[in-house]
T-cell receptor, first 111, second 113 residues
């Protein structure tokens, strides 16, 4: 079955370091991937979209990569800040019009 | 702009009761969605409406019905609530179903006892 997996363990990072989150997909080839941020008690908020023919996308301190060989997307936050603490969701869209959400990785940035 | 507005924010139901979750968007989006989010799991798509006048099943449609009342509004109905439907429900909208960002409401926390 089509699956998208994110590291379910929380990631704890020292402020100022780069946080790297991983999203792996199996048994399908998404046309694009999206990353969302979700704070407790709130709905997800869109951050970035990367298409299958794009290797890398940047937005301010955020960077996303898409490796179709490894079937993986990496999400980086550089110069991390405590305000970046949240759960980050990877979402894929396949040609079968299927939207699949990962379960998310909780990121904590300590001062 | 309000974006995506869901009501109610919290609800407790008894097993077998029915209720309708309301969702409205003011961004002139064509597509709308209902998701549920359970601990340790990703958001799962219940139903979606690619455009006004159409609705389609998502991954977990059993026990739910939807109505795309007009372009702005998309409601989710539980006809006979079950404890397994205890969850946080999110409504979302996007310009179209592919290749565009989705905007989410704040969620409805539903408990079925």
């Amino acid at each position: 079955s089509q699956k998208i997996e994110q590291n379910s363990e929380a990631l704890n990072i020292q402020e100022g370091k780069t946080a790297t989150l991983t999203c792996n997909y199996t048994n399908y080839s998404p046309a694009y991937l999206q990353w969302y941020r979700q704070d407790p008690g709130r709905g997800p908020v869109f951050l970035l979209l990367i298409r299958e023919n794009e290797k890398e996308k940047r937005k301010e301190r955020l960077k996303v990569t898409f490796d179709t060989t490894l079937k993986q997307s990496l999400f980086h936050i550089t110069a991390s800040q405590p305000a970046d603490s949240a759960t980050y969701l990877c979402v894929s869209y396949s040609s079968a019009s299927k939207i699949i959400f990962g379960s998310g990785t909780r990121l904590s940035i300590r001062p | 702009n309000a974006g995506v507005t869901q009501t109610p924010k919290f609800q407790v139901l008894k097993t077998g009761q029915s209720m309708t979750l309301q969702c409205a968007q003011d961004m002139n989006h064509n597509s709308m969605y209902w998701y549920r989010q359970d601990p340790g799991m990703g958001l799962r798509l219940i139903y979606y409406s690619a455009s006004e006048g159409t609705t389609d099943k998502g991954e977990v449609p059993n026990g739910y019905n939807v109505s795309r009342l007009n372009k702005r509004e998309f409601s989710l109905r539980l006809e006979s609530a079950a404890p397994s439907q205890t969850s946080v429900y999110f409504c979302a909208s996007s310009f179209r179903t592919d290749n565009t960002e989705a905007f989410f409401g704040q969620g409805t926390r539903l408990t079925v006892v």
